[in-house]
């Protein structure tokens, strides 16, 4: 079961240098999420998607760009990388809105490790 | 603001020790509360979840309760093994929201 995939796994970056992570779900997930998660400040959202076609400012957007041209597709840019965005980068998707009674699950992807030099 | 607020760790104990990991919450409205897991090298899953006052949620021998007159869901295990050792974050997502927001992880280790 593929779930959500997230590629690189790793790369290293030079300060200026662009880049594009990719992130793939197969589980027909309306809803997609960009986190960068850094020692002791836990997970913060970048940016996510509620369906095709839409992108949202997380907590801290700036220095990144997203695209969600594909329901099954969520990229997250790169313009021109700096040393503060090395972190370790989460993809997560899930059915429907994770608040209400039914507290939908949101399924992660297993990280892309960042780091800009 | 809505926020989670989670026990400073590391922590460490010996197995067949008992858990709790504490955490409270800020937020309007009625949020579903969720703990999620993170084990090493791997990204984070659900590990349970509760969407009402008095609800209790369970999974592999973990306890939480949504307490919402002392707005906590504290974790607990009543026997911790090598296993367990992984990093978790307790987290919420308000009712009318699309967005879960993360506490900032406790780290447990538990060593034979």
């Known amino acids: 079961n593929a779930g959500v995939t997230q590629t690189p796994k790793f790369r290293v970056l030079k300060t200026g240098q662009s880049m594009t992570l990719l992130c793939a779900q197969d589980?027909?997930?309306?809803?997609m999420y960009w986190y960068r998660q850094d020692p002791g400040m836990g997970l913060r959202l970048i940016h996510y998607s509620v369906g095709e076609g839409t992108t949202a400012k997380g907590e801290v957007p700036d220095g990144y760009n997203v695209s969600r041209l594909k329901k099954q597709n969520f990229l997250l840019g790169l313009e021109s990388a700096a040393p503060s965005q090395t972190s370790v980068y989460f993809c997560?998707?899930?059915?429907?809105?994770?608040?209400?009674?039914?507290?939908?699950?949101?399924?992660f992807g297993e990280g892309s490790w960042l780091t800009v030099v | 603001g809505n926020s989670v607020t989670q026990m400073e760790g590391p922590v460490t104990l010996s197995e067949e020790a008992f858990l709790t990991i504490n955490c409270t919450y800020t937020a309007t409205g009625y949020p579903s509360l969720f703990w999620y897991v993170q084990y090493p090298g791997e990204g984070l899953q659900l590990l349970l979840k509760a969407t009402k006052a008095d609800d209790k949620g369970s999974n592999k021998g973990f306890e939480a309760t949504y307490r919402k007159e002392t707005t906590s869901f504290h974790l607990e295990k009543g026997s911790v093994q090598v296993s367990d050792s992984a990093v978790y974050f307790c987290?919420?997502?308000?009712?009318?929201?699309?967005?879960?927001?993360f506490g900032p992880g406790t780290s447990l280790s538990v060593i034979p």
């Open positions: 589980m027909n997930h309306e809803y």
């Open positions: 987290a919420l997502a308000r009712t009318s929201y699309d967005k879960v927001i």
């Open positions: 997560a998707s899930s059915y429907e809105p994770p608040g209400g009674r039914s507290g939908n699950t949101i399924y």
